[in-house]
C-alpha cells in the first residue's frame, strides 16, 4: 500500500512538489489556509508550468483548508506530513500535523532556514526529516497556478537535499528523496546543516536585496553595484557559517571559501564569482523573482527574521559581526511597513 502523504503550505514550493507527487500518483493531500487557493485546486486542478511547454501540467490533487483538518481524525493517518509553510508558521503548522501521524510516521521541513528543532518541539526529534529546495524559483501567481522561472535542475543541479538530523542515511531519508524526485532531481545527504546554511547564505544574499530594490533576479545580479552588495552579504554569511561550524557545500558553482574572499576583495575570487552569477542571472526568466519580492508585492509578512536576520543574530552570538546583514535586514522591515519604497536607491550606501 502506498504512503499517506500531507502537505501543510501548499503555496509555491509546497503547492509545486505536491502537485509532481500527486502527479507521479502518490496519494497526496494539499493543506492550506488560503481559501480561493483551496477551491481553485478543488473544482479545477493545480496548474503547474515552467519555462518549457513540457513543463505543463493540470494535476488532479485532494486539497484541503486547515479548518478542515480535523477530518484527518477519520481517515487512514499520514505516514509523512510535509511542512512547507513560511518559516514563521512553522510551529503551528507541527502542532496542527502532528497529532494525525500514523504511528511511524514522520515530518519533512521542505522549507527555507532551519526549523527541524521547532518541529521537533511538538514531534520529537525522532519524527523529523530536513529537505532543503536548492535553487528551484517557484512563484503562486495566482489560486491554483504555480510557475517555474527558473530551468530544471536534473543531473546538471540536484535540487532536493533530503537528510536526517543525525547525519546518517536512513530508509525513510532515501524514500523521501524519491517522492521529491518526482519535482525535480534529489539526494540524500549526510550534511543536513550544512546544506541548510548553505542554501540560507545563497537566500540571504538575493532575497532581501531583490525586496528592497524592487529587481528581479536577472536584474539584481546583473546590475554592478546590487551584485557587490550580494556578494558581500554571501561573504560575511559564509564566514558566521564557518565559524559556526558548518561543513559548507558548493553554492551553483560557488565554492565556499571564493565566495568568502570576493567580498572581502580578492580580485581573483571576484572575477570567477561575478562570472558565475552573470551566467546564472541570463538563465532566468525575466520574470523570476525571489520569495521575499512575492511577498512583499502580495502585501505579506515576509520571512526575513530567518534570513538576514537570522545570519545578523546568529553571527552576533558567536562575535563574528554580519553588519550587512543587520543593515539589510532593517531596511526590509521598513519596506514592510512602508516607510520606504523599493528602489535601488536603498542599497547605494551599503
Given at each position: 500500500?502506498?504512503?499517506?502523504?500531507?502537505?501543510?503550505?501548499?503555496?509555491?514550493?509546497?503547492?509545486?512538489?505536491?502537485?509532481?507527487m500527486?502527479?507521479?500518483?502518490?496519494?497526496?493531500?494539499?493543506?492550506?489556509?488560503?481559501?480561493?487557493?483551496?477551491?481553485?485546486?478543488?473544482?479545477?486542478?493545480?496548474?503547474?508550468?515552467?519555462?518549457?511547454?513540457?513543463?505543463?501540467?493540470?494535476?488532479?490533487?485532494?486539497?484541503?483548508?486547515?479548518?478542515?483538518?480535523?477530518?484527518?481524525?477519520?481517515?487512514?493517518?499520514?505516514?509523512?506530513?510535509?511542512?512547507?509553510?513560511?518559516?514563521?508558521?512553522?510551529?503551528?503548522?507541527?502542532?496542527?500535523?502532528?497529532?494525525?501521524?500514523?504511528?511511524?510516521?514522520f515530518?519533512?521541513?521542505l522549507?527555507?532556514?532551519?526549523?527541524?528543532?521547532?518541529?521537533?518541539?511538538?514531534?520529537?526529534?525522532g519524527?523529523?526529516?530536513?529537505c532543503?529546495?536548492?535553487?528551484?524559483?517557484?512563484?503562486?501567481?495566482?489560486?491554483?497556478?504555480?510557475?517555474?522561472?527558473?530551468?530544471?535542475?536534473?543531473?546538471?543541479?540536484?535540487?532536493?537535499?533530503?537528510?536526517?538530523?543525525?547525519?546518517?542515511?536512513?530508509?525513510?531519508?532515501?524514500?523521501?528523496?524519491?517522492?521529491?524526485?518526482?519535482?525535480?532531481?534529489?539526494?540524500?545527504?549526510?550534511?543536513?546543516?550544512?546544506?541548510?546554511?548553505?542554501?540560507?547564505?545563497?537566500?540571504?544574499?538575493?532575497?532581501?536585496?531583490?525586496?528592497v530594490?524592487?529587481?528581479?533576479?536577472?536584474?539584481?545580479?546583473?546590475n554592478d553595484?546590487?551584485?557587490w552588495?550580494?556578494?558581500?552579504?554571501?561573504?560575511?554569511?559564509?564566514?558566521?557559517?564557518?565559524?559556526?561550524?558548518?561543513?559548507?557545500?558548493?553554492?551553483?558553482?560557488?565554492?565556499?571559501?571564493?565566495?568568502?574572499?570576493?567580498?572581502?576583495?580578492?580580485?581573483?575570487a571576484?572575477?570567477?564569482?561575478?562570472?558565475?552569477?552573470?551566467?546564472?542571472?541570463r538563465?532566468?526568466?525575466?520574470d523570476?523573482?525571489?520569495?521575499l519580492?512575492?511577498?512583499?508585492?502580495?502585501g505579506?509578512?515576509?520571512?526575513?527574521?530567518?534570513?538576514?536576520?537570522?545570519?545578523?543574530?546568529?553571527?552576533?552570538?558567536?562575535?563574528?559581526?554580519?553588519?550587512?546583514?543587520?543593515?539589510?535586514?532593517?531596511?526590509?522591515?521598513?519596506?514592510?511597513?512602508?516607510?520606504?519604497?523599493?528602489?535601488?536607491?536603498?542599497?547605494?550606501?551599503?
Amino acid at each position: 500500500m502506498g504512503k499517506r502523504i500531507a502537505v501543510v503550505g501548499a503555496g509555491a514550493v509546497g503547492g509545486y512538489v505536491g502537485g509532481h507527487m500527486a502527479r507521479a500518483r502518490h496519494d497526496v493531500t494539499l493543506i492550506d489556509p488560503w481559501p480561493q487557493h483551496v477551491e481553485y485546486v478543488r473544482n479545477h486542478g493545480l496548474q503547474l508550468t515552467g519555462m518549457t511547454p513540457q513543463e505543463r501540467h493540470t494535476v488532479r490533487v485532494k486539497a484541503m483548508h486547515v479548518c478542515e483538518v480535523q477530518s484527518l481524525s477519520k481517515q487512514t493517518p499520514v505516514d509523512v506530513a510535509f511542512i512547507s509553510t513560511k518559516s514563521y508558521d512553522t510551529e503551528w503548522a507541527a502542532l496542527l500535523i502532528q497529532q494525525y501521524l500514523a504511528p511511524d510516521g514522520f515530518i519533512v521541513s521542505l522549507q527555507n532556514c532551519f526549523n527541524e528543532e521547532r518541529i521537533a518541539n511538538y514531534a520529537g526529534w525522532g519524527r523529523v526529516v530536513g529537505c532543503i529546495a536548492s535553487s528551484i524559483a517557484v512563484d503562486l501567481y495566482q489560486p491554483g497556478h504555480i510557475k517555474r522561472t527558473g530551468p530544471l535542475g536534473g543531473e546538471k543541479h540536484i535540487v532536493f537535499r533530503v537528510g536526517e538530523v543525525h547525519g546518517r542515511i536512513t530508509k525513510r531519508a532515501e524514500e523521501v528523496a524519491q517522492l521529491v524526485s518526482a519535482a525535480d532531481s534529489a539526494k540524500v545527504t549526510t550534511n543536513l546543516w550544512g546544506e541548510r546554511w548553505s542554501k540560507l547564505v545563497i537566500n540571504s544574499m538575493r532575497n532581501g536585496l531583490s525586496a528592497v530594490t524592487g529587481m528581479s533576479g536577472g536584474e539584481r545580479d546583473l546590475n554592478d553595484m546590487v551584485r557587490w552588495v550580494g556578494i558581500r552579504l554571501g561573504s560575511q554569511a559564509m564566514r558566521v557559517g564557518q565559524a559556526l561550524g558548518f561543513q559548507l557545500e558548493s553554492m551553483q558553482g560557488m565554492k565556499p571559501e571564493t565566495l568568502a574572499r570576493a567580498g572581502e576583495g580578492s580580485q581573483d575570487a571576484l572575477a570567477e564569482v561575478t562570472e558565475i552569477l552573470r551566467t546564472i542571472a541570463r538563465e532566468r526568466s525575466d520574470d523570476q523573482r525571489p520569495s521575499l519580492v512575492q511577498d512583499i508585492m502580495k502585501g505579506r509578512r515576509t520571512e526575513n527574521d530567518f534570513i538576514n536576520g537570522f545570519v545578523a543574530a546568529k553571527g552576533a552570538e558567536i562575535g563574528v559581526p554580519a553588519p550587512l546583514h543587520t543593515a539589510l535586514h532593517e531596511l526590509v522591515n521598513r519596506i514592510e511597513r512602508h516607510e520606504i519604497k523599493p528602489s535601488p536607491d536603498n542599497v547605494a550606501n551599503l
